[in-house]
C-alpha cells in the first residue's frame, strides 16, 4: 500500500512515468497506463483509470492513497459489499490525511453519508440514517453553492437503498433550489429509470441561472 | 504661509547656491572663536557672498533647545550645499545661522519645534517679519557678539541622545565595544548563530574637550590606557538580520557597548552610535558630518569617544582551536584482503511486472524459421537482425513487444542495449553506473546476459529482417508502349546522328532500350536505411537518450513503443527502484 508521504521527490522520474502512462493511454491499454500512473505517484488518475476499468479495489487503494478516503470506502461498500474494509478506511488506517481538507464541509458530509451507506448495508433502520439525509439535503440547497457532484448522487443512492422515494424527490428537489446545474434533468432521469415514468414540475419560481 | 512681494514666489524652485571654493571647506576644528566681524568684510567669505544671488544676506534661526537646532541643520543640509554654518549660543538659546532660502527657513523651521527665523545683518540678528525685502544694515535688533561661538560637536553633545521608540529595526551589522575578557562568550554565541565575526584592538580618546555642566561622564582625564583600550567587534550576517536577543544580552555584557555602525558615502565607518538611542539629527547626516576617524555616541553609562584602531580586523573564528587532547587519528588502509572473493554474476527468477519483450535471442535453425514467422507481420517493416556466430539477435526501434514464439524473449533493462531474458534479475543486483561499467554497452555493441555467460553484438553489422527473405529481385523487364519507345529512341538518336556519318548501324532489337532508364537492380547489394525519423530513434534508444526516441515514436503515432520507451527510461532514472513495484 503506498503511502502518500514518501511521493516522488524526484520531479523528472515522475514526468517519466507519467508520460508512459499518457502513451500507454493513447495506446488503449488503460491498466498498464494506471500500473504507470501508480509508480509515477499520480494516484488519483490511477484510481479513475482502474474504476473505469471496473477494477474496485485497486481503485480504492488509489484513491485512499490520493487522500480521498472517501471515495475508497463508497467504492468499497456500494460497489464491492465490503463493508468492514470501508469502516477501516474511513478509521484512517489506510492512508495519511492532510489537516485542511478533513475539515471541509463537504468532506464530513460525504463522511457521514459513506457511514450511513454502511450503516444501510449492515441493515441499520431507516430511522437512523434518515438525520444524515436531512443534513446533505439542507447543505444542498443552502446558499454556500457545493460543487462536488458525489454529494447529490451518493445521497440519492442512499434514499434509494432506504426505498424511500420521497427522500429521493426531497433530495432533487433541495438540489434545484440550491441552483444546481441540470438536477431537474437528473430527477427526470431518475425517474424514467425507475419507474418508466415521466417527471412533472411546477414552474419554478423566478430562479436565476441556467436551470433546464 | 506668509506673503511675499512679487519677486518671489511660493511654489518656485529652490535656488542652490553655487558650491563654494575648496579653499574655503577647510574650517579648523575645535577651537572656539569669539563672535566674527561682518560677514563680507572677511575675505574668506567674500567670494561665496559674489558668487550668491546678490543682496541676501544670510538667515539665523532661534531655537530653545539643541535638539531642535540640530534637526533644523539636518533638514537644511539636505535641502542646500552650504558650508558656512556657525552655531551660537546664549543662556537658554541656540542659534543657526547659515545661507538659506528664507522660505525654506521658515518652512524647516516652523517644523522643528517653532524657531524664529531672523537675518543676520553684519552682526545683527533682526527678526524676520516674514515678508518685504531684506532689512538694510543698520543697528537694530539682537548683537550676536554677545552670544557665545559654538561648534558643531557642543550642538551635537547638547542635542543628546533618546531613546528609540518603538522596537528597533533588524541590523544586519553591528559593532560591540567590550573589554576583552568578555570576547570569547560573544563570539561562542555569535558562531553558533552563524555570524561572521571579526574583531580588533582599539583606543578610546576623549570625545569632548571639557566635560559638559551637569553631565556625568566617565573620568577622561585618566591617562591609564588599559582603560581606553577595548575591543571591537564587528557581527555581521549576510541573509538574515543578527537575532535581537544576541545584542540585548551583549548590552547587558559590563563596560561595554552595542552600536549599530553608520558609514559616509565612501564606505568607511564614521560613527558607532548605540543600539537603542538615536541623535536628533538621522544617522547618515551625522556621519556626514564627522570628516575624520570614527565617533562613538553613546549613553551617559558608557560616554562618547572616538575611536582609533590599533590593528587591523582578524577574523573571530581563528580564535577556536581544537584542545589539546583532541586528536586526528590517520586512517591509512591496511591494503588489500587476500581472502575475499567477490560474488559471482547469476540469473535468478524474478518478478518483474510491466517488463515486455524488447528483444529475441535466436540461434542458427531458428534463423531460418523467422522469414516463415515475419512475412506478412507488421514487425517485419521494422524489425531489425543482427547476426552473430552462432547466435542472433532480433531488435526493433522500442522494442519487439511481442511474444514470438521463438527464441529467447529479452528484456532492455539498460542502461544502453543490455539484455537479459525475460522473468529473470541480476543476483546481486547490480545499480546501473556497475552495468554501464561492467558490460560497456553502447551504440555499437549490444549485450545479453545468459546465466554464467553473456554474448556481445556488433551492432554495426545490423540489417533489416526483411533481408533475411527479400533480396534478390525478379526480373524486371521495362514496359513501354511502342509510340513512346519510338519517340525516345529518335530523341537518342538525334545527336548520335550528328556525330556519325549517314547510315550508322542502330541496334535494332524486338525490345528498344533507352539508355537513360535506370537499370533495375540484380542485387540489393547495401541494405537501405529504415524510415529516417525510426532510424534516429533506433540510434538514440542504442545511444542511451531513450526520452528523445520516445517522443519520436510518440510523434509519429506509436503510442506503444512511446509508452514503452517512457516506461525504460523512468525505471532507469528512478533511484529507488524496488519501493513501489
Redesign the interface.
Known sequence: M?NTA?LLS?P??SG??E??????E??R?PL??A??Y???GAYRRAGDLYWSARLTRPAAEMYAAAGDVEMAAWLLVHHDGDVAGARAYLDGHHSVRSGPESDSLVTALLRQLVDARCAVAEGAPAESVLPVLDTARLALAGPPPIDDPRLETWSVTVAEQLSRFDHVALIYAAAIRGGHKRAAQRWSQWVSRRFGAALVLPELPAVTGAQT | MTLHGPARSAGGPIERLPPDDPSLSAQPAGSIQGSTPRPDATPRSAPRKSQAPPARPPVAVRFSTAAAALRYLGALTAASADTDVRFFRNATEWWVQASAEPDLAHSIARSCSGGQVHWAVDHWFRRDRGFGPPPAHGPSGVDSRTFARMELLDLVRAGGLSPTSGRPGPLSEAMVLLPGFALDALVRRGLNLGLDIHYRTVRLHSLFPTAAPGTKTPSQTVADPDLTTLVEVALSSERRPIPPALLTAATRIPLSVVCRPVRDPLGDTRLLIQYRMTAPLPDHQLAVLNRAGTWVLADAAFGCWRLEPVNGYQPAAALVVPTASFAILDQQPLGEYADTTPPVLRLVPARR??QRVDAVLLDSTELRTVPLLLAGHPLAEIAIIVEGADHHLLLAPGGILEDLAIGLSLTCIGPGPLYIPLGRGLSPHLPPAARRNLFQADSDHAIVILDGHALRFFLNGRRPAWYLWATVPPQVSTQLPAGTATALRALEQQPAEVAQRPGGEQGSSAVPQPSHLPEAPEQIEQPEQLDTWRAEALNAELTGDL?RA?QLH?RHNE??R???L??R??RE???DPW???
Request: with cysteine; net charge neutral.
Open positions: 503506498p514518501d524526484d523528472i522520474t517519466l512515468w508520460q508512459a502512462g499518457l502513451c500507454y493513447e495506446a491499454l498498464e497506463a500500473r504507470c501508480r509508480m509515477g | 511486472p510491466g526520452r520516445a510518440r503510442p506503444l512511446a509508452a514503452r517512457f516506461e527510461a523512468a532514472s528512478d533511484p519501493a513501489r513495484s
